[in-house]
């Protein structure tokens, strides 16, 4: 029997960490299944941390970051390099996932060389072109590429069906981040980063902040480090730990309000296994980042999310995560909230897993395996429970 060829595409530390428990699925099969993995290097740092991480060795490495390119450069070195080796390797199968540049120019470049594309994490949607910015539009065209599309919800199955895609190209398999944190979570955890071994560091309420969008660069993450003074002022029994994104400028205007202030931890990027273990020892988490949006349930703590939309509504639904924005008052008020009231509090710390049952990475798998006709029965579909 021959086997079938599947090329992972991938370049920023997300993809990285939804990614893997894929690779690691795909190499079960290895008498039906050929892995080629591809990285673009979009994150060259954070992308090599998670990868010694996970002991991921790519067959090809584009190393396309270059210090100040733009979007279209990002994209243009993607789309060539991707193309070059999808030439040599012609791969049954591309894989893309969620919603970066090099998600969109590997789809592109897998549709000009007509490969079958497969989207995990594919439907989520805000319906606003700009927000996130680049990675509404990236999903969008990477949807209309794709050939089989890999939904974590029931919700972003139905954003398809409302764009014309055929109910037998979804399939709703959870996200595969949950399947990466349950590997990653561990009760008595050791932390790698020196600052955090200091045990009494979590004697006080941790609040945990996260930072990187782009639509939050400037002044959004200004007024957020504003708020999040007034926070540490009016509230001893509270430290904030804040790792700090590679971006220049954030580390600027975040290190020019908030260093060296009393209860105030500003670190490095942490590695994804610190910062897994960390979120489950804090107490609230504010945050702009969409993977702790569908991590934190699982662990039962609350997001303030720091965005005015999301592609991400089944945790607000279900009233873990909270929509708050970027305004000083808002935040301080809606973290104040939480630190005072009880009744409040326990209302969104309820541990729920609306975006996946850590088998996402399996259900996947075995779906591309059915749809080459390399086994004989489709699995289920993801559920809440």
Known sequence: ????????????????????????????????????????GQHREMLDQMLEIFQINPDYDLNIMEQGHSLSNITKN???????????????????????TTTF????????????????????????????????????LASVLTDLHFTPTKISCE??????????DIFISGNTV???????????????????????????????VTMHRRENWGEPLRTTCRAINKIIDEHSDVSVIFPLHKNPEIRRIVKGILQNKKNILLLDTLDYDDLINLMSKSYIILTDSGGIQEEAPSLGRPVLVLRNETERPEAVKAGVVKLIGTGEEKIYSEADLLLNSREKYMEMSKS?????????????????????????????EFEVK
Do not use: W
């Open 1 to 40: 029997m021959n086997k079938i060829k599947i090329a992972v595409i991938f370049g920023t530390r997300p993809e990285t960490i939804k990614m893997f428990p894929i690779i690691s699925e795909i190499k079960k099969y290895p008498h039906l299944l050929d892995c080629r993995i591809i990285v673009s």
């Open 78 to 100: 993607s789309l060539l390099g991707i193309e070059k080796i999808l030439k040599k390797e012609r791969p049954s199968m591309v894989l893309v996932q969620g919603d970066t």
């Open 105 to 140: 120019a590997g789809a592109l470049a897998a549709f000009y060389q007509k490969i079958k594309i497969g989207h995990i994490e594919a439907g989520l949607r805000t319906h606003n072109k700009y927000y996130p910015f680049p990675e509404e539009v990236n999903r969008h």
């Open 159 to 168: 954003n398809l069906l409302s764009e014309g895609v055929k109910r037998e």
């Open 178 to 208: 949950i399947d990466s944190l349950f590997l990653m979570f561990k009760e008595n955890y050791i932390f790698r980063e020196p600052l955090l071994k200091d045990k009494k560091i979590f004697d006080k309420k941790i609040i945990l």
């Open 352 to 380: 729920i897993n609306p975006y996946g049952d850590g088998k996402a990475s399996e259900k996947i798998v075995k779906k591309i395996l059915y749809n080459f006709n390399l086994i004989d029965q489709s699995p289920t």
